[in-house]
């Protein structure tokens, strides 16, 4: 990301851990507006009615779908790498970022401070690094003092801060303007360390993408079971489950770019789950109740402008690189 937006970028990724750890804890307050409010859905039910909950489950549902197509590139990617004659997330990108150390050592990255061209790409992936809020609500009512959300909302958001920061400036101080969207594709080939490194990164993927998918395929099967006899429910979802994989998998093989997917997926889908939802459903439900001061409605509506700002100009960026490839 310091490739992309220069070192100074690193003062964007601060304020939007900021603002997706204040969209964070709105989210905590619609929840506590009504207690029949369990998921993502039902917040936007509460706010719009019908409508919101159709629009913000049909938003969660494409974000699913892709996030499971770029588990299938990153996958590809990191298989070819491994056996290039053929055609745990944290563990794994601290072992790809310390796997370069002994070839490249700290001397490759350059002294680009600011880079106003690709500002709109890295600020599009900072918010793609702290996307998610669609679970929020879940872990909410599973809690059992739910009082403590905004504790572990705080908690977790300094160690994925934390995380992502060092991983970044670990990765930029290696390779420098050579790195690549994913820390794996510039270890060597056929080194015992790349190998033990692709391996772990391989684990994230297999392990979530079945729950990733899981989902959109429910959400399909349920449509179809209105008009499909119940004899044949089960065949319905078997042909419901192989068309959505087989439609992943033409997907990932015809826009094998994951770096420019992740693009595509923070700007246009997780800017709106983690900013523009939350802030538009709190006032929504609270400026009718008189609980919104001016000060905080102020700040909202000046997180709303940077969040449609970011959706535009990243969806824009990222349709535009990816038709470019072709």
């Known amino acids: 990301m310091p490739l992309q937006g220069g070192w100074l970028s690193l003062a ?3 304020m939007v851990g900021a603002i997706c750890f ?10 506590c507006a009504d207690r029949c409010v369990r998921s993502y859905p039902d917040i936007g039910y509460l706010a719009f009615g019908a409508y919101g909950w159709t629009t913000i489950g049909l938003v969660m549902y494409v974000e699913l779908y892709l996030v499971a197509i770029s588990f299938l590139i990153l996958e590809g990617d990191n298989l070819d790498k491994l056996l290039p004659s053929t055609v745990v997330e944290i563990l794994g990108g601290a072992d790809g970022v310390w796997a370069g150390v002994p070839d490249k050592g700290f001397h490759m990255a350059g002294n680009n401070l600011l880079n106003l061209s690709g500002l709109p790409t890295a600020l599009t992936l900072y918010f793609v690094c702290f996307a998610g809020h669609g679970v929020f609500p879940t872990v909410y009512s599973s809690m059992k003092s739910k009082k403590d959300f905004p504790k572990v909302l705080l908690i977790s958001s300094v160690l994925c801060s934390l995380n992502y920061a060092v991983t970044v400036v670990l990765r930029y101080l290696i390779y420098g303007e050579d790195v690549q969207s994913q820390v794996t594709q510039n270890l060597p080939t056929g080194k015992l360390y790349t190998r033990f490194a692709i391996l772990t990164t391989l684990i994230t993927p297999l392990a979530n993408y079945t729950l990733v998918i899981q989902p959109v395929t429910t959400a399909i099967e349920e449509k179809l079971s ?48 983690a900013v523009l939802v939350p802030c538009l459903s709190y006032l929504k439900i ?7 001061g001016c000060f905080e409605r102020t700040m909202i509506v000046g997180i709303l402008v940077i969040g449609v700002c970011v959706n535009v100009v990243g969806t824009y960026t990222s349709l535009h690189q990816i038709i470019g490839t072709f």
Not at 22 to 31: K, P
Not at 246 to 258: E, K, M, N, Q, R
Not at 286 to 292: A, E, F, I, K, L
């Open 226 to 273: 209105a008009t499909t006899d119940v004899e044949n429910n089960w065949l319905t979802r078997v042909l419901t489950s192989i068309a959505v994989v087989i439609s992943t998998v033409v997907l990932a093989c015809t826009v094998p770019f994951f770096g420019y997917l992740m693009l595509f997926i923070g700007s246009s889908l997780n800017v709106t789950v």
């Open 12 to 14: 964007l990724f601060a």
């Open 286 to 292: 609270y400026m009718s109740r008189g609980g919104v």
């Open 22 to 31: 204040y969209t964070g804890n709105l989210i905590d307050r619609c929840m």
